[in-house]
């Protein structure tokens, strides 16, 4: 089903862009406008946001906002895909780091700690990590395909997820397994920053526990 937002239609990241950048201004307008979205989450939270305040913090015209994005929700899902790009390649280095994914303990270690660092320090990251964290604002529309048209959020996190993984989720199973286990990450993961502004550290480290004991056994 393709959601409406406050501008169009969009059906998915595939329609949350409407032009990619190629000319380095673009590129700077572009990367403010993501930047000025992620400063405002922090500010007044997804329900409240605005492409007029957007266009405005970033010294941008709200013209070539809409020349890039389809809306609200086309910006978001934007900064969405940027948060999980970034997610993944810090990932992908400490693995890299390590000689490999290794171990499925080390590889839900630093997947898990990954995350919650950019909970930490990334601006905006608090409300929208791969998805909307808080309440979905009521005129918002379909928050679960923010990353992909067909897939909802965890389930396309849990497809990366599996390829940087490689031979550790080479069981035809992982392909539920990892879905699953993006669903029990995501509660108690969004549990930890409820109790702790910086996260429950006992929360941080039974969702640990959880994930490891659970992704052992793929599903048959």
């Known amino acids: ?3 409406r937002t406050d501008s169009g239609e969009r059906g998915g990241s595939g329609a949350a862009v409407r032009r990619r950048p190629v000319q380095q201004r673009s590129q700077e ?3 403010r406008l993501l930047d000025a979205c992620a400063g405002l989450l922090d500010e007044v939270g997804a329900g409240a946001l605005t492409t007029k305040e957007v266009a405005q913090r970033a010294e941008v015209p709200i013209g ?3 020349q890039f994005f389809s809306g609200r929700e086309g910006l978001l899902a934007a900064l969405a895909e940027r948060n999980l790009t970034a997610y993944l390649a810090r990932l992908a280095a400490r693995t890299a780091g390590a000689a490999g994914p290794g171990s499925l303990a080390t590889f839900v270690d630093l997947a898990v ?3 919650v ?3 930490r320090t990334v601006p905006g990251f608090g409300h929208l990590d791969f998805g909307l964290v808080d309440a979905v604002p009521a005129d918002f529309g379909d928050d679960t395909h923010l990353l992909d048209d067909d897939l909802d959020n965890n389930a396309a996190v849990a497809v990366r997820l599996r390829a940087i993984g490689g031979e550790l989720f080479a069981d035809p199973g992982y392909g539920v397994s990892l879905r699953v286990a993006m669903e ?3 509660a108690v993961l969004k549990l930890a920053f409820r109790v702790a ?3 429950d550290p006992a929360l941080i480290a039974e969702c640990k526990r959880v994930l490891l004991r ?3 056994r793929p599903a048959a």
């Open 113 to 115: 700690e990954e995350f």
């Open 197 to 199: 502004p910086d996260g």
């Open 214 to 216: 659970y992704l052992a």
């Open 1 to 3: 089903m393709r959601a």
């Open 64 to 66: 070539t906002l809409y």
């Open 117 to 119: 660092a950019m909970k």
């Open 184 to 186: 029990c990450a995501d």
């Open 29 to 31: 307008r572009y990367e």
